[in-house]
């Protein structure tokens, strides 16, 4: 189905250049030989952190008392929806047993990962929510211990309201310690925390490369690039709604795309119109961020109905997908390829990115197409086991003997010939 492109983007995320490859994987060869030292003198050459890395728990304490009641009671509430929503997830996932055949029984057992490692990031926003998804998520998965870290704001540390958070959350300890070193005291078990099965997390370039070069003896929750955001919208939408949502998903940073689709021309023209003074009116350096991401990567595409305009964002595969339009179910029938989606225009990307219960660590740049985001399920092995009694060993052994000769696997073949109990003696002992 036909669209026409209204505003194009003019470039492409960056992907990571291949001297950031080469920095990650010097830096953690140096930490894996030399441990804490290494990750202490990463902390105060590239944090300019020259305090305790471990957080004493009377510190977290006067940091929590130091955050204003009305900020305190808000990060609760947002902790209380992201938690029951983990928590609702987990009652999902659910041990069973099945007797395929009379004394064939299967059967698979959910188990909680150990040890969970949470990145929070730092810089140039105090990510109060990320620290609430991940820890939290962890926790309501039944993870025993969660070590979080996130790089110091200055001298200070980290900051009051993150360490309420981190704290509220479950987190088993917490390090102030941040980029690839934090993943590394994660990872290989350094300050007093043990190895991690799992990290979690989003983060910079430097923090997803880590990430990935970690990847197999450790898991990860997913390979992350910049955000990204798309707004479905048809006559029914408002276009002062439609164009700060996009301006406020720009505002992540100068390689965050977003988009926008419509069957409506009026809403486009209108919400192309108002984009420049929504941006001119945030304070930097939000607004630089919002400005040269809308300019560089935003698009608008006129589609002609709206399964084209579906069609367009299931091949985007976009991490937030937001309808504006009538007809919601149709929508959530309908859709396919997304890492959360925001039905209706009362709803908003903001309000999954703060508090309202779902998971906002998100599969990025199309990676929706096969996995969706950060769950409970992340942090549990669904394992799986059988036994076997009774008449039917016999049918058993003989088809597995059957197969593995098939397939010139004469071991397993005799494995199985020797549960067959209808085989003779003299039989047994030659092919033993």
């Not at 690039?225 to 408002?238: F, H, N, R, Y």
């Not at 397939?407 to 109990?421: I, N, P």
Request: hydrophobic share 45%.
């Amino acid at each position: 189905m036909p669209i026409t492109l209204l505003k194009t983007a003019t470039g492409e995320p960056p992907t990571t250049a291949a001297d950031i490859g080469d920095t990650v994987a010097i830096m953690l060869a140096r930490l894996r030989a030399g441990g804490a030292q290494v990750a202490l003198e990463y902390a105060r050459s590239l944090d300019g952190w020259q305090g305790e890395v471990m957080v004493p728990q009377t510190q977290i304490d006067a940091a929590i008392a130091r955050v204003p009641d009305t900020l305190k009671a808000d990060i609760v509430w947002a902790h209380d929806n992201i938690s029951r929503f983990a928590a609702a997830q987990r009652a999902t996932a659910h041990d069973m047993e099945i007797e395929l055949r009379p004394g064939l029984f299967a059967g698979q057992k959910q188990i909680p990962l150990q040890a969970a490692g949470c990145y929070v990031p730092g810089g140039r926003y105090t990510h109060i929510a990320s620290a609430l998804m991940s820890i939290a998520t962890a926790r309501e998965a039944g993870v025993p211990d969660i070590t979080a870290c996130s790089p110091p704001n200055g001298a200070a540390g980290i900051p009051d309201a993150m360490l309420c958070a981190m704290d509220l959350a479950g987190a088993t300890r917490i390090l102030t310690i941040g980029g690839v070193q934090g993943l590394a005291a994660m990872a290989f078990g350094l300050f007093g925390a043990p190895a991690a099965d799992i990290l979690v997390g989003p983060g910079n370039a430097y923090v997803a490369e880590a990430k990935r070069q970690l990847f197999g003896p450790i898991g990860i929750d997913m390979f992350a690039g910049p955000t990204d955001s798309l707004v479905l919208a048809d006559e029914t939408a408002d276009a002062d709604l439609v164009a700060m949502d996009l301006v406020g998903q720009a505002e992540h940073g100068t390689n965050s795309p977003v988009w926008m689709a419509t069957t409506h021309r009026p809403l486009a023209e209108a919400v192309l119109a108002r984009m420049s003074d929504l941006i001119a009116d945030l304070p930097e350096p939000n607004q630089s961020a919002a400005r040269t991401a809308w300019a560089d990567l935003g698009e608008v595409v006129l589609c002609e109905d709206r399964e084209a305009m579906a069609a367009y964002a299931d091949a985007k595969a976009p991490e937030h997908l937001h309808v504006q339009a009538a007809d919601l179910d149709w929508w959530r029938s309908r859709l396919l390829a997304y890492g959360s989606l925001f039905l209706g225009a009362e709803t908003t990307v903001a309000f999954g990115d703060k508090a309202a219960g779902p998971n906002h660590v998100l599969p990025t740049s199309g990676a929706a197409r096969y996995t969706g985001g950060l769950s409970v399920h992340k942090f549990l092995k669904t394992v799986t086991w059988q036994r076997v009694s009774g008449p039917v060993q016999d049918d058993l052994a003989r088809v597995t003997a059957s197969i593995s000769r098939a397939e010139r696997m004469e071991g397993h073949a005799r494995s199985a010939d020797l549960r067959c109990a209808a085989q003779a003696p003299s039989q047994r002992t030659m092919n033993s």
